[in-house]
């Protein structure tokens, strides 16, 4: 099983729609985890931390359950500036990943 | 504040030539990664720094060697550059102390033909 898994996409959704990803990861002992947001042709840049209780940014609302080592990002009223590959991240600290572990991204296109 | 500036920004080498990947941040941030990125790969971590002085192999560091050499910089050298080596690379900072995730640089673009 990989350390962070993501449905990889592409998620087209219409201006205006609310779309959630999700995301799991395999370690138990991880202790924080984010989602990060990369456009087209350029670097990754954090978008939000996920704290345990859930957290909310604007439009963009984030949930973590330890329980089930799952992880969910949601945007409401999506943008067309939204589109881009987003990715769950998950420090573990030990081993040789150095501590983030980055989940191969979902993609989302919003559409007209 | 120009936080995590990588040379060069594209590249395009010959297999068997040699090239080093610059990377500084002005954040003063301990720990700094490289990694690289291929289609339907992902993020792999090439080597990191957790501080200055110190380096570790990460997921992927055969064909490539590492140099830390102060607080600010940390280089990534391809020996002998193959056409699997063909990626774009990133380099990043962080402060383990605060738990903000990484910095990445805008990333290198490297053909190797």
């Known amino acids: 099983r990989k350390e962070v898994e993501q449905d990889p996409g592409p998620f087209n959704v219409p201006e205006g729609a609310t779309v959630a990803f999700n995301c799991t990861y395999s370690?138990?002992?991880?202790?924080?985890f984010f989602w990060y947001r990369q456009d087209c042709r350029k670097e990754p840049k954090l978008l939000m931390s996920?704290?345990?209780s859930g957290n909310e940014d604007g439009r963009f609302t984030a949930q973590l359950n330890r329980a089930s080592q799952y992880i969910s990002l949601l945007i409401r009223d999506s943008k067309l500036s939204d589109s881009a590959t987003y990715l769950c991240?998950?420090?573990?600290?030990?081993?040789?990943?150095?501590?983030?572990?980055f989940g191969k991204g979902t993609k989302l296109s919003v559409k007209p | 504040n120009a936080g995590v500036t990588q040379t060069p920004k594209f590249q395009v080498l010959k297999t068997g030539q040699s090239m080093t990947l610059q990377c500084a941040q002005d954040m003063n941030h301990n720990s700094m990664y490289w990694y690289r990125q291929d289609p339907g790969m992902g993020l792999r971590l090439i080597y990191y720094s957790a501080s200055e002085g110190t380096t570790d192999k990460g997921e992927v560091p055969n064909g490539y060697n590492v140099s830390r050499l102060n607080k600010r910089e940390f280089s990534l050298r391809l020996e002998s550059a193959a056409p699997s080596q063909t990626s774009v690379y990133f380099c990043?900072?962080?402060?383990?102390?605060?738990?903000?995730?990484?910095?990445f640089g805008s990333g290198t673009r490297l053909t190797v033909v």
């Open positions: 991240v998950v420090r573990s600290y030990g081993g040789s990943q150095g501590n983030l572990i």
């Open positions: 370690n138990s002992a991880s202790q924080s």
């Open positions: 990043a900072s962080s402060d383990p102390g605060r738990d903000y995730g990484y910095t």
């Open positions: 996920v704290y345990s």
